[in-house]
């Protein structure tokens, strides 16, 4: 094929390229500026109740959110569950609380398993040569890349109390977020200007008084769960955050200052 014709035609892909990143660009701004319906925003707001203490200002950005992640997450349900409108609502607004104000987006995330209940999960682990298979019942997973899967009873159930400090969508969302660093291991991407060396410090302090507390038989803010490992300390201390965030700021202010930084939010102040 003569030269000239070869570089026409990548000159030609190269512009289908540009225009198809421009069009998703135009996409991506006109959905973030759509507010809900009447209708969606009710459910929303009785779904997921902590919605109804956001300022004016974050509960218009969570609804264009809520439109972006619709847009792009594809809903499935297993065990025979049909995903409703009201189910992928709700899970998409706790989802887009951990992004409201940010730059932060599930850039890898297209699809979401939904189960009724709690669901069996096999996973390997590797020690050496060695590969053992494990059956776990689990509430929620997160997988780098996608998928998240989430039993929609402890999601409900989880959405409906916003003070008890558990939430899974929440959870699984903030590995997420995590892993958008390259790996879940309780160090994400950090805010602008945002020192990893002090995350690390306060984080791994925190990390240390929550095992040492555990083993001890007591409990405090932060779940004994986050003991499994520092992505799941990070995955824990994101729930009180959002749910108990009074208690999490006298109990550990340093792991709250290092979130609301992250964040860009304050949920103390939402009253």
């Not at 030269?3 to 225009?19: C, E, K, Q």
């Not at 701004?29 to 459910?43: F, G, S, W, Y």
Request: with cysteine.
């Amino acid at each position: 094929m003569p030269t000239l014709i070869v570089l026409g035609l990548m000159a030609l892909a190269a512009l289908a390229w540009g225009a198809h990143r421009l069009l998703r660009r135009h996409a991506r701004a006109r959905l973030l500026q759509t507010p809900l319906t009447e209708a969606q925003r009710a459910v929303v707001a009785a779904k997921v109740p902590i919605t109804r203490r956001l300022p004016p200002d974050l509960a218009r950005a969570l609804e264009g959110r809520v439109n972006l992640f619709l847009d792009q997450v594809e809903f499935h349900g297993r065990g025979g569950l049909e995903v409703t409108e009201e189910m992928r609502l709700s899970i998409a607004a706790q989802a887009c609380l951990l992004v409201v104000n940010t730059d932060t987006w599930f850039v890898n995330l297209r699809t979401i398993l939904v189960y009724p209940g709690a669901f069996r999960s096999r996973r390997a682990s590797h020690n050496g040569f060695v590969v053992t298979e494990q059956e776990t019942v689990r509430t929620g997973e997160s997988w780098a890349r996608g998928p998240v899967i989430l039993s929609w009873a402890h999601s409900e159930a989880g959405a409906a109390d916003a003070h008890d400090g558990h939430n899974v969508v929440l959870h699984e969302f903030a590995h997420q977020v995590d892993d958008l660093s390259g790996r879940a291991d309780g160090a994400p991407v950090l805010a602008r200007g945002q020192s990893f060396a002090e995350w690390a410090r306060v984080f791994t302090g925190a990390y240390e008084r929550l095992c040492e507390r555990t083993e001890r038989g007591e409990r405090g803010v932060i779940d004994p769960y986050g003991y499994e490992g520092h992505e799941e300390f990070f995955a824990v201390a994101v729930e009180v955050f959002f749910e108990q965030p009074a208690a999490l700021m006298e109990e550990e202010p340093e792991v709250y200052a290092q979130l609301s930084t992250l964040f860009k939010l304050d949920p103390v102040a939402w009253g």
